[in-house]
């Protein structure tokens, strides 16, 4: 057999990723590609390095053609938009949502971050595509919702230590930093080259990343009670890679909070926690994988972790496949299973 | 009167960033340069870019020519290597030290976190020179100890905060971020373009880094009680530039800590606080300047802070010739009164 | 007397660059800054960094306040946009103008390339800026037309060396390469940073680039003969920095073209030919200096000429200050006299 | 059955894309690594982020263990260096030397450009392994010199150019520019992020970098007759990426010089000249691809063409094992077919 896969929105750095990673996915091929701004073109002429390698023509949504041309679609539309598209196809085909759309369990919540809702009825049939966290969900998931890249730095780190009443629920505060492509192929000073190269700033102080309330949903769930973070994004004048530091109450000593990390993400391919050394957001470009360090500093009893992903593998396109490998009954690292871009 | 002007070690980042700042200031000129590594050579062969500005011979350490040729010595060179030449000529000619060896006025605290201390007569009269808070004490000094970048940045927010009481002592983070010519001249695979670009990481994780001594000095001076400070340091993919953000339990609400901060500045040609925005590195890069910006979280009632300074310049070479510029009378902003290199 | 300066797209890079220079300039002060998209603002809205340091209104296009409140008027609008605006105001006051509206002398060439000129008359009027080379016409001049990046880096090594004789004016060929900041502030995929971080290209390959007929026109001018010049631009991923490789047939021995170099630019505060060694763009960035290395290839008895100079600054800027210190008669390196920030 | 891989000189920048390359390698697996450097260590101690995927220990260079655990081994070591190790080895096992020693078939040349040869018998054996060149040879080689970054840059396009006599073999000119990771792992001032980063440069001006030789040989054995080749090449502050513009006397028109080259690659895997359009180093960032654009002059009769590889892949690693693939009848893109890493 082989998979049947359709992107929608397939021109944005998210697009390419998938295309660029399910190159290498066997049994599976791109069969539907959208694009409202590109319709009509060959993809080969909005990225030119794909001559040679792959080529499809770019289609506007079509209902139709959807259900019978694809087996499982990936939204790469953003949030807002794709939740009315995605209702239509939802009862046909298998969907990962890399939006934001289906995130959020509570109605409340999501009209009070992102506004109005248009699909409440799918909204409670969705799976969180935390993979290492839920994969029993996902493999029966017909509808997944693929994590933010800032919520998977974050949450893969503390969930287990939460979960284990490790560390103290409250007091969170991760200091995060993002390369640019995060914040798409879209146009704007804030991705110009002259503005952005050779300088670092923190964006969204205060209470104001949408990210928020899908982390303290998911740290809520795991610690048993509510949490609050404090959340403070950065940006690296750099194209891919994410950081988050993270400053804990540590409830335990440093050996037992690795060693409980470790045994949570025993026979996880792509989670790992380093034996003595914090890891660089290079130690993981490219790949699907999310490496961490902790130290717990004696003075202050508090624990600070690093974790490192690609925001847009790990943080988006990778953990998409790893959801439809899942989902699919793929091994789940097909098509994933990569070394980093070094240098 | 021309001011003579020495600089020992002058072939590092430090050396270079004085020299260029130096060539803009009326009034003074530079009369002897040592250097171990290029004793004998001319600077324009180690700084070809030079040629047609400035040039002068290297040579080595000596007392008695700058004894007779220097007013005032800016001393580059590394901890440790530093107060043996400094105790040689402090007694005759007035000096500013850029490395740790006379910030920390407490002995059994530079010896836990830098080794043996050859200078403790001197130690007890040199100044710490944090221009904006010590400037009385500066324009008297006769050796005057340059602040660590990591410690500017960090504590020019806080210090103001601390001394009225506005901020809690306790449970101070600051989360730090350097461009890579904090780490020097010298090689290592940290400064290697291959391994450092396109990568972001953090180092010394832990209660690690010696600047974390200076810092609680001065926090305590301020504060009236200990601090202990959690301190993260992280190497940003630039050149030039340092960010901290700091969190910190707020005591008032937002506009009276600004209010505050502002007050405290007032009249200072270097730090300001900006309206409503947050400050980049870039908008200080090459320059003298100190950026804040300050928002308060209403759920956490925790401050943010987002400082940002260019660290050869406030952080190290701008502020050794701001504290010149007070010992000897000069217009405290004479050759660094510069806009930032923008884009 | 104190110079009062105007001007005009004052938000673009050139803009900002000219401000940035300005503010080292004794004797002259800013008073007018015009914008069409910020008119309105203030220009700290638009440049937060220059809070503390600098601030002015921006306004339309004002013939009126222009004639009363300057001496002198720097353009920073585009070629084709920027000439009707100056023949309103070129009878009251001096201009700069850093478009290419007035630097081609011959009509046909400018239609050919530019398209329509609306006016003719004021074309003949105008002086091509080119400092080291036009001195005296420039401080006569009540027009003068700045040059372009590109062609300031292959004139100033080229036209001596033509003028004598030494190289050939057939077979010329410059392989340019700059930073990203001369294409400007403007939105495009080719200035997003994840399209151009990491990356390089050839862009306008082919007789493609408007820059060729203004280096033909000057390099015909000193060669007393007409050049054809092969010319490839590429973009490097930095902001600032130009370079050109230039390969000439060379009739003379390597000696002997240095030598003649570094007569024609003898006492030339700005231009300079280096020893042995081959210049960076780092070695001038932010200043308004011009380095050049050369060597002669014994095998091909080609001469290869490097030159680097800051696209912003003696590209642009700096090279319109050093104008106008020539037409006021100010020294000519007044407020662009500094040192490369290094690193 | 799996082919056994021997890795010399496994810790720089070739050997870590080597490893990179074969984790997608069907069917082979890496059973021994040298380095002198790290001998004993764990490679996971010298490239963290491998902790997860792959781990073997550092070994000196022992013939025996060659012999008994590797089918085919790749030499990382430099030139000078390998040749006496891979002739104790030749005669048993199968080799792909990433260095010089052995590409350049006339002994003279040899010893002017590098120095003494010591194992100048096996210099006659070895097969100069330009894949798409000479294929048939590669596959029946024990000993394959795999070509150096620049020279496969420019060869590519020139070869069967003048194979064909479409353009001039005199007066060729290419205008190189590579990313850092071409000068290796080593440490120097010219790798150092400080010096580098946000800076360009040309080097080795004049007749003087040794990978002069090697082009002139292959070029001349395309035209027939003698060439002598302008080589600069330049360094670009990014870590991977290279690209040639070169320069050459058309003696047919652009639609003509690039059928043919299409026809020479038509059935090509890696190698491909773009319809319209000119191509940047990101688009084959990764992979083994080398991509052409070319365009005619008409009015100076000069063909332009722009030719763009990754230097560790196609440019080094990516080649090698492409000449592994043809030794051993293996897929000659397999483990190397993939997409660039975009954004």
């Given at each position: 057999?082989?998979?049947?896969?359709?992107?929608?929105?397939?021109?944005?750095?998210?697009?390419?990723e998938?295309?660029?990673?399910?190159?290498?996915?066997?049994?599976s091929?791109?069969?539907?590609?959208?694009?409202?701004?590109?319709?009509?073109?060959?993809?080969?002429?909005?990225?030119?390095?794909?001559?040679?390698?792959?080529?499809?023509?770019?289609?506007?949504?079509?209902?139709?053609?959807?259900?019978?041309?694809?087996?499982?679609?990936?939204?790469?539309?953003?949030?807002?938009?794709?939740?009315?598209?995605?209702?239509?196809i939802?009862?046909?085909?298998?969907?990962?949502?890399?939006?934001?759309?289906?995130?959020?369990?509570?109605?409340?919540?999501?009209?009070?971050?992102?506004?109005?809702?248009?699909?409440?009825?799918?909204?409670?049939?969705?799976?969180?595509?935390?993979?290492?966290?839920?994969?029993?969900?996902?493999?029966?998931?017909r509808?997944?919702?693929?994590?933010?890249?800032?919520?998977?730095?974050?949450?893969?780190?503390?969930?287990?230590?939460?979960?284990?009443?490790?560390?103290?629920?409250?007091?969170?505060?991760?200091?995060?930093?993002?390369?640019?492509?995060?914040?798409?192929?879209?146009?704007?000073?804030?991705?110009?080259?002259?503005?952005?190269?050779?300088?670092?700033?923190?964006?969204?102080?205060?209470?104001?990343?949408?990210?928020?309330?899908?982390?303290?949903?998911?740290l809520?769930?795991?610690?048993?009670?509510?949490?609050?973070?404090?959340?403070?994004?950065?940006?690296?004048?750099?194209?891919?890679?994410?950081l988050?530091?993270?400053?804990?109450?540590?409830?335990?000593?440093?050996?037992?909070?690795?060693?409980?990390?470790?045994?949570?993400?025993?026979?996880?391919?792509?989670?790992?926690?380093?034996?003595?050394?914090?890891?660089?957001?290079?130690?993981?470009?490219?790949?699907?994988?999310?490496?961490?360090?902790?130290?717990?500093?004696?003075?202050?009893?508090?624990?600070?972790?690093?974790?490192?992903?690609?925001?847009?593998?790990?943080?988006?396109?990778?953990?998409?496949?790893?959801?439809?490998?899942?989902m699919?009954?793929?091994?789940?690292?097909?098509?994933?299973?990569?070394?980093?871009?070094?240098?």
């Amino acid at each position: 057999m082989s998979l049947s896969i359709g992107i929608l929105g397939a021109t944005g750095y998210t697009g390419a990723e998938l295309i660029r990673l399910l190159h290498n996915h066997r049994d599976s091929r791109i069969t539907y590609c959208s694009s409202r701004q590109y319709n009509g073109k060959r993809i080969t002429e909005v990225f030119p390095f794909l001559q040679g390698s792959f080529d499809i023509e770019l289609e506007e949504f079509d209902e139709t053609a959807i259900k019978d041309r694809c087996d499982v679609v990936f939204s790469c539309l953003p949030h807002g938009t794709g939740m009315d598209f995605i209702s239509r196809i939802a009862g046909s085909v298998r969907v990962v949502d890399l939006s934001a759309d289906f995130r959020i369990r509570d109605l409340e919540t999501y009209r009070r971050w992102y506004g109005e809702h248009t699909s409440v009825d799918l909204m409670g049939k969705a799976v969180y595509g935390l993979c290492e966290v839920y994969r029993d969900e996902i493999r029966d998931a017909r509808l997944v919702a693929n994590p933010g890249c800032y919520p998977t730095s974050i949450l893969l780190p503390l969930i287990p230590l939460l979960k284990e009443g490790l560390i103290e629920a409250e007091g969170i505060i991760a200091d995060s930093k993002s390369g640019v492509s995060g914040a798409g192929r879209g146009l704007s000073l804030k991705t110009h080259i002259c503005e952005t190269g050779e300088s670092f700033c923190a964006y969204k102080v205060g209470r104001a990343h949408r990210h928020i309330p899908e982390m303290e949903q998911e740290l809520a769930n795991a610690a048993g009670t509510g949490v609050n973070i404090e959340f403070i994004p950065h940006l690296i004048p750099i194209t891919r890679g994410m950081l988050s530091t993270i400053y804990v109450k540590a409830l335990a000593d440093e050996a037992t909070l690795k060693d409980r990390l470790r045994s949570y993400y025993e026979g996880s391919r792509f989670v790992h926690v380093l034996k003595t050394d914090f890891p660089s957001t290079k130690d993981v470009r490219g790949t699907n994988n999310c490496l961490m360090g902790l130290a717990v500093n004696g003075t202050t009893s508090r624990a600070v972790i690093v974790s490192v992903i690609d925001n847009l593998t790990k943080g988006a396109s990778g953990q998409a496949i790893q959801n439809m490998n899942l989902m699919f009954g793929f091994d789940e690292s097909e098509g994933i299973d990569s070394l980093p871009l070094f240098p």
